[in-house]
């Protein structure tokens, strides 16, 4: 959640909602999390000098990584016949997020038979996986919905 921040993809208030609704949920948050669970919105602007406090780079989760992978992979296909070297950039993606258990067969230099190693068949690949991923993503939040004690909405405002 915080790499989001630091990237530019949310904002303050993002990050405030999100550490809420972790803490209304029963997440067990650091001593950091909880502080910033518990701005009020006058009180957004902190969320900057509380991060700084943090190590940098604060660790991700699985969950955040392959978020911000897919993310990743997403834009770059968007962009893909803009791209000089698309290939490349999205083999720099796997090497900032270290995925490749679930998505080493995007390496460029993957183990794959000669027929399957085509432009059309690469950029095939990378479409699937990142359905796939996408698909796995949606998965894991429907079963923390499922596990949520009864009357714990994470929407809910108090």
Same mark, same amino acid.
């Given at each position: 959640?915080?790499?989001? =921040?630091?990237?530019? /993809?949310?904002?303050?208030?993002?990050?405030?909602?999100?550490?809420?609704? *972790?803490?209304?949920?029963?997440?067990?948050?650091? *001593?950091?999390?909880?502080?910033?669970? %518990?701005? !009020?919105?006058?009180?957004?602007?902190?969320?900057?000098?509380?991060?700084?406090?943090?190590? &940098?780079?604060?660790?991700?989760? &699985?969950?955040?990584?392959?978020?911000?992978? %897919?993310? #990743?992979?997403?834009?770059? #296909?968007?962009?893909?016949?803009?791209? $000089?070297?698309?290939?490349?950039?999205?083999?720099? $993606?796997?090497? &900032? =997020?270290?995925?490749?258990?679930?998505?080493?067969?995007? *390496? !460029?230099?993957?183990?794959?038979?000669?027929?399957?190693? /085509?432009?059309?068949? =690469?950029?095939? #690949? %990378? &479409?699937?996986?990142?359905?796939?991923?996408?698909?796995?993503?949606? $998965?894991?939040?429907?079963?923390?919905? $499922? *596990?949520?004690?009864?009357?714990?909405?994470?929407?809910?405002?108090?």
């Amino acid at each position: 959640m915080f790499e989001l =921040y630091r990237r530019g /993809s949310i904002d303050s208030s993002d990050v405030v909602e999100s550490e809420l609704a *972790r803490l209304r949920i029963g997440d067990d948050l650091s *001593r950091t999390e909880e502080r910033i669970a %518990l701005l !009020l919105s006058h009180e957004l602007d902190q969320v900057e000098e509380i991060l700084s406090e943090l190590p &940098d780079p604060y660790p991700l989760n &699985d969950v955040e990584r392959e978020t911000l992978l %897919l993310l #990743r992979l997403s834009q770059i #296909r968007t962009e893909w016949l803009s791209e $000089a070297d698309p290939p490349s950039l999205v083999e720099d $993606a796997l090497e &900032d =997020y270290g995925l490749d258990e679930k998505y080493g067969m995007l *390496r !460029l230099f993957a183990p794959l038979p000669r027929s399957e190693k /085509s432009p059309e068949k =690469y950029a095939r #690949r %990378l &479409d699937e996986a990142i359905e796939a991923g996408w698909s796995d993503l949606r $998965a894991v939040a429907a079963s923390r919905a $499922a *596990r949520r004690p009864p009357g714990k909405d994470v929407m809910k405002h108090d």
